[in-house]
């Protein structure tokens, strides 16, 4: 079975400074990852995602994630965080190729919330 | 924002009504999916199609119902809708095939049961 952890119910930080919100998974065989967010009063905005090749993946508004298969983690970064950064983040995962028949998983969902 | 749309946006309605949460989306998607979203933020998938005629059960029981008669309509029907049903509603469809398929959202629905 797949599962997502994401150990951080709130992140703090200010504007200008660097931001990470911590995820990790579990799987079964090669992980398919991804990170969305939500705004409020919103549906779920994609943000990357990890299938294979570089570990470090760029993604909208200046976000990128580090894949690291020996700690299996897909942490989220960005350089320099902006107060409308500010809003829910969802890490998913998804262990199998689907010809049709696998689901994501989701995590339980990190705050960020930037200060000014 | 992908082309998948929700209605209602929002939705107050008594105990024991019937109740139907329109999913449309306009990309031509095969795959589509419907998330039950906690007050505490937890999203959990509770009904999704991989194509007309093909609806199945995801891992949070719900007592709602979906059909899927047209590729790009996917509703969501709750037979007599209780005050534990109070929550927002998600739809999702996916394109892509294998390990590039991505999900992208509808702005969801939230719902109150009285």
């Known amino acids: 079975a797949q599962s997502v952890a994401q150990p951080e119910d709130q992140v703090n930080v200010a504007e200008g400074n660097p931001l990470t919100v911590k995820c990790t998974y579990s799987v079964s065989g090669n992980p398919y990852l991804f990170w969305y967010v939500q705004y409020p009063n919103r549906g779920l905005q994609f943000l990357l995602k990890?299938?294979?090749?570089?570990?470090l993946v760029k993604g909208s508004y200046g976000f990128e994630a580090e894949f690291n298969k020996s700690q299996t983690s897909f942490h989220l970064k960005k350089p320099s965080a902006l107060v409308s950064d500010s809003a829910l983040y969802f890490c998913?995962?998804?262990?199998?190729?689907?010809?049709?028949?696998?689901?994501?998983?989701f995590g339980k969902g990190t705050m960020l919330l930037v200060s000014p | 924002e992908a082309d998948i749309y929700q209605t209602p946006r929002y939705l107050v309605i008594g105990t024991g009504k019937k109740i139907t949460l329109e999913c449309s989306q306009t990309m031509g998607h095969d795959k589509m999916y419907w998330y039950q979203q906690d007050p505490g933020m937890e999203l959990h998938l509770i009904h999704y199609s991989y194509g007309v005629n093909s609806t199945e059960k995801g891992d949070l029981s719900s007592e709602s119902t979906v059909s899927r008669i047209r590729t790009e309509h996917f509703p969501l029907t709750l037979e007599s809708a209780r005050p534990s049903h109070t929550s927002q509603y998600l739809c999702?469809?996916?394109?892509?095939?294998?390990?590039?398929?991505?999900?992208?959202f509808g702005p969801g629905t939230r719902l109150l049961v009285l």
């Open positions: 999702a469809s996916s394109d892509g095939q294998g390990r590039e398929e991505t999900q992208y």
């Open positions: 990890y299938i294979t090749g570089d570990n």
């Open positions: 998913a995962v998804r262990d199998i190729p689907p010809p049709g028949y696998s689901t994501l998983t």
